[in-house]
């Protein structure tokens, strides 16, 4: 099992940009699907983007789609998530996952078996 740890959350502006890192341990992180979600006080986890471990392809949900990209670095077990323009609604706690999977990227957190402890993302009007 991957062992996963964020960083790089904090608290921001409206229209700021953010650079979320999550630094993985162990040899599974290369082969397998890397997610990002996000979840507000109240509300369920919501899936952000995700991304193949071999493809480099790549998926995103309604709320990040043409602001945010997702990315990974297999040589050296890191994955990212760029935000850009961000607004109130970006704020959450932001999680990395990776699943069982090598190139099914899946939208919902049933889907993944490792997760993060989170970086919480704060932006204010």
């Known amino acids: 099992q991957v062992q996963l740890a964020e960083s790089g959350g904090g608290m921001v502006q409206a229209g700021a940009s953010l650079r979320l890192s999550c630094k993985a341990s162990?040899?599974?992180?290369?082969?397998?699907?890397m997610g990002w979600f996000r979840q507000a006080p109240g509300k369920e986890r919501e899936f952000v983007a995700g991304?193949?471990?071999?493809?480099?392809?790549?998926l995103y949900g309604d709320s990040a789609r043409g602001r945010f990209t997702i990315d990974r670095d297999n040589v050296n077990n890191m994955g990212y998530l760029q935000m850009n323009n961000l607004n109130p609604d970006d704020t959450a706690v932001y999680y990395c996952?990776?699943?069982?999977?090598?190139?099914?990227?899946?939208?919902?957190?049933?889907?993944?078996?490792?997760w993060g402890q989170g970086t919480q993302v704060t932006v204010s009007s």
């Open positions: 162990g040899e599974a992180f290369s082969v397998s699907v």
């Open positions: 996952a990776t699943s069982r999977y090598r190139d099914y990227i899946r939208r919902r957190a049933e889907g993944y078996n490792s």
């Open positions: 991304i193949a471990a071999a493809s480099g392809s790549t």
